[in-house]
Nanobody
Framework: QVQLVESGGGLVQAGGSLRLSCAAS????????MGWFRQAPGKEREFVAAVSWGSGSTYYADSVKGRFTISGDNAKNMVYLQMSSLKPDDTAVYYC????????????????WGQGTQATVSS
């Protein structure tokens, strides 16, 4: 059974940084994609970033490009989202998710989800 556990959320001032972590367990992930999504109150779940576990290729939403960095530690089955230059609009619950194979930004294509971690950016 795949399990994903996010951590690292919290309260930060605009312009600050947070580093989110996702611990993945339950299987090997060499042929998978790990993604980060977020959902703010009243909004749809939004793609943030993804990394292909085997190749290391990364993908970003335009809204976070240049500010966020996704990375993975294959040996530890950890995925990270380094968030810098944070804005109040980044406030959301951030979810780690996994899908088989190739990259997708559609949350419907991701089968496994963590419970989320709250990131709040104050003005």
């Amino acid at each position: 059974q795949v399990q994903l556990v996010e951590s690292g959320g919290g309260l930060v001032q605009a312009g600050g940084s947070l580093r989110l972590s996702c611990a993945a367990s339950g299987r090997t992930f060499s042929g998978y994609v790990m993604g980060w999504f977020r959902q703010a109150p009243g909004k749809e779940r939004e793609f943030v970033a993804a990394v292909s576990w085997g190749s290391g290729s990364t993908y970003y939403a335009d809204s976070v490009k240049g500010r966020f960095t996704i990375s993975g530690d294959n040996a530890k089955n950890m995925v990270y989202l380094q968030m810098s230059s944070l804005k109040p609009d980044d406030t959301a619950v951030y979810y780690c998710a996994v899908k088989v194979g190739y990259y997708s930004r559609n949350p419907d294509n991701y089968l496994y989800w963590g419970q989320g971690t709250q990131a709040t950016v104050s003005s």
